[in-house]
């Protein structure tokens, strides 16, 4: 498939402003569009460029986009703790395991809550406080989620 000549003329522009020092990236930005952003670091206006030249050329963020981003941003803005992450959902039928004490706990996923040792639980960290005796983030505890400052370590194995 060959690149039509739009995306041609566009890869040429990009290749161009990669090389441009910051000054050349404004005036790159005055001439095309008038005032540029007033972006202190040379990257951060390149990669303003180049999105408006794809815009350009492929189109822009739909509207619906656009006021979803503008959502987002008010509540970024208004609440600095505000996470957009969607929430982890366990899907009935999972088991969660995991070895504490020198045993091995096995919890199910249904759809009313959990099931461990044949007890019904409606939440997570109530079963990670009753195997543990003390108070868990019940995702914490069986790995499914991350503690606070740490990286989550993703395992695989191999097929």
């Known amino acids: 498939m060959r690149p039509s000549s ?38 951060h206006l390149l990669r303003a460029l180049a999105y408006r030249l794809q815009a350009e050329a492929h ?9 979803d981003v503008a959502i987002l941003g008010a509540k970024f803005a208004g609440d600095r703790g505000f996470n957009p992450a969607p929430a982890i959902v366990l899907k009935p039928g999972s088991s969660l395991v995991r070895e504490w004490g020198g045993r091995r706990h096995e919890v199910s ?32 505890f069986f790995g499914v ?8 370590v993703k395992t695989s194995t191999p097929a």
Request: glycine share 12%; charged share 30%; proline share 3%.
């Open 6 to 43: 739009a995306g041609a003329d566009l890869a040429v522009e990009l290749d161009r402003i990669v090389g441009m020092a910051l000054p050349e990236l404004r005036a790159f930005w005055a001439a095309r569009w008038g005032d540029p952003p007033g972006y202190r670091a040379r990257d």
């Open 59 to 67: 189109g822009g963020l739909s509207s619906r986009l656009r006021k």
């Open 109 to 140: 996923v249904v759809t009313e809550g959990y099931v461990y040792d044949g007890e019904r639980f409606s939440s997570l960290s109530k079963v990670a406080t009753r195997i543990t005796g003390t108070k868990w983030n019940g995702l914490v």
């Open 145 to 152: 989620k991350a503690r606070a400052g740490r990286m989550a």
